[in-house]
């Protein structure tokens, strides 16, 4: 099997995951990795839960469809963190429900949305900034993409759901998981009494853990 045909296998299987544990519904989410001259990206109206490989999206690095059925509306936000971020190898975009309602909160930090909860949150996702609301399809959310990703490898947008990118395609999918699970730990601890870690705590992590 070529490594092409290989990274085709990995989307689907880890598409059918995240869609039978509740992390997209619908044709919500999508999925990419980076190739030598491009990326694979999920196709559009598709659900993550009956990806078909040979039918993923094959793009070039202006966005142009080499092969494969036509790519998902989003699949620009996955050329923009890749260009600024050459070190990454997979993309993951989310519509999962816990982030999409911290998404929608009024009183968060649009420079960190999401309080240190546990020590995994900080390892795998670390700082989490807010992108202002633009509708699906926008291309100047690109550009905010892009401007977010110069710093973050993972980023929240509003009204919408999360973008986290990784070293290799498992790396980026454990990031959303993780990101998804503490938004959720988030909305359950609200208005609670609750034990953070402390920024000493935090740096201690982020120096053995860089993100």
């Known amino acids: 099997?070529?490594?092409?045909?290989?990274?085709?296998?990995?989307?689907?299987l880890h598409g059918k995951s995240l869609f039978e544990r509740g992390y997209g519904c619908g044709s919500s989410g999508n999925i990419s990795v980076r190739l030598e001259d491009g990326i694979l990206v999920t196709p559009t109206n598709s659900s993550m839960g009956r990806l078909d490989p040979?039918?993923?999206?094959?793009?070039?690095?202006?966005?142009?469809?080499?092969?494969?059925?036509?790519?998902?509306?989003e699949a620009f936000?996955?050329?923009?963190?890749?260009?600024?971020?050459?070190?990454?190898r997979a993309v993951v975009?989310?519509?999962?429900?816990?982030?999409?309602?911290?998404?929608?909160?009024?009183?968060?930090?649009?420079?960190?949305?999401?309080?240190?909860i546990t020590a995994y949150y900080v390892m795998r996702v670390g700082k989490l900034p807010l992108l202002p609301y633009y509708r699906p399809g926008d291309k100047a959310l690109a550009e905010a993409v892009r401007t977010a990703a110069r710093e973050h490898r993972a980023m929240l947008l509003a009204n919408h759901g999360p973008v986290v990118a990784g070293k290799e395609l498992d790396a980026a999918v454990y990031a959303a998981e993780?990101?998804?699970?503490t938004a959720k730990l988030f909305l359950l601890l609200r208005g609670e009494r609750t034990r953070y870690l402390t920024p000493e705590q935090v740096g201690e992590l982020t120096a053995h853990f860089p993100t």
């Open 1 to 12: 099997m070529s490594e092409e045909n290989r990274l085709r296998e990995r989307i689907a």
């Open 54 to 73: 040979a039918r993923i999206s094959r793009l070039d690095w202006q966005g142009n469809l080499l092969a494969g059925d036509k790519p998902s509306k």
């Open 77 to 88: 936000l996955h050329l923009a963190m890749y260009q600024e971020r050459p070190e990454e």
């Open 93 to 116: 975009h989310l519509h999962a429900t816990h982030s999409v309602a911290v998404s929608c909160l009024a009183e968060i930090n649009p420079e960190n949305v999401l309080p240190p």
């Open 178 to 181: 993780e990101l998804e699970e």
